[in-house]
């Protein structure tokens, strides 16, 4: 029993090294794909296709854009053949501008309007108190007034 779990174990191993090995390095995926077109050769992420030179070459991941010896920015194609390395860039640049305009205008709107809000709020909670305040005032003023004259009216005319 234990002897057909190390050999299976040994099994999968070996045969998953050697897929591993069989594999093509990713550097040889994009340049076997030189006789195809754009859409053939951008089916694979790492693929840049390059119109002028009509080569797919692997994308250089460690620049962030492709170098002009390369491919030139009008020429590639990466991600979509309709667009060129060179719009897709300026689109995402202007999208990513976009949002962040409008994020900005949000955050200000919203703490405009928070501030607006607080301070109406504030100045309601003024009224509702200043009106509290003189109801109490009159209130304190018509019960002075009433106990003026009940101690009027029995004689006991006492100034407080």
């Known amino acids: 029993m234990m002897d ?28 076997k794909k030189n006789a195809t077109n754009c859409e053939e050769c951008l089916k694979n992420v790492s693929c840049l296709w390059c119109i002028k030179t009509k080569s797919c070459v692997t994308y250089p991941a460690k620049t962030i854009l492709p170098p002009h010896a ?9 991600g979509l053949c309709m667009m060129n390395f060179q719009t897709l860039i300026i689109t995402l640049a202007v999208l990513g501008g976009v949002i962040i305009i409008a994020l900005l205008v949000c955050m200000f709107c919203c703490c405009k309007c928070e501030s607006f809000g607080s301070t109406r709020f504030e100045n309601k909670m003024q009224r509702r108190g200043d009106k509290a305040k003189t109801k109490q005032e ?13 101690r009027q009216k029995y004689g006991k005319f006492l100034v407080l």
Do not use: Y
């Open 138 to 150: 009159q209130r304190t003023a018509e019960m002075k007034q009433r106990h003026q004259e009940i």
């Open 4 to 31: 057909s779990r190390v050999l299976l174990a040994a099994l999968l191993l070996v045969f998953g090294l050697a897929s591993v090995l069989a594999q093509s390095s990713p550097d040889d995926v994009c340049e």
């Open 70 to 78: 390369l491919c030139p920015l009008n020429d590639a194609r990466w």
